[in-house]
């Protein structure tokens, strides 16, 4: 799976760490996600929700999309 990500450079240590923990995440799961099973898809779902919400708290927005190529 082909995953871009666009961003802006981090301004402290504090935030690179809090978007790349996001970013990695999702680079790892969109890789793996024809290999989960259902369950693995729950908790990655889960795990996602909880990385966007601390990067809302944190005051950032989060933006996704998908892509399907025929």
């Known amino acids: 799976m082909d995953s ?9 240590p ?3 760490q809090l978007r790349a923990g996001l970013l ?3 680079q790892d799961w969109g890789d793996l996600l024809g290999d989960l099973e ?9 795990r996602t929700r909880e990385l966007v919400a601390e990067l809302e708290k ?3 927005w989060v933006f ?3 892509r ?3």
């Not at 871009?4 to 402290?12: G, K, Q, T, W």
């Not at 259902?38 to 908790?43: E, F, L, M, N, T």
């Open 14 to 16: 504090e935030e690179a």
């Open 4 to 12: 871009r990500f666009d961003h802006l450079e981090p301004n402290s």
């Open 38 to 46: 259902a369950g693995d898809r729950v908790q990655a779902a889960f």
């Open 58 to 60: 944190a005051g950032f």
């Open 24 to 26: 990695q995440e999702a």
């Open 64 to 66: 996704g999309g998908r």
């Open 68 to 70: 399907f190529v025929v």
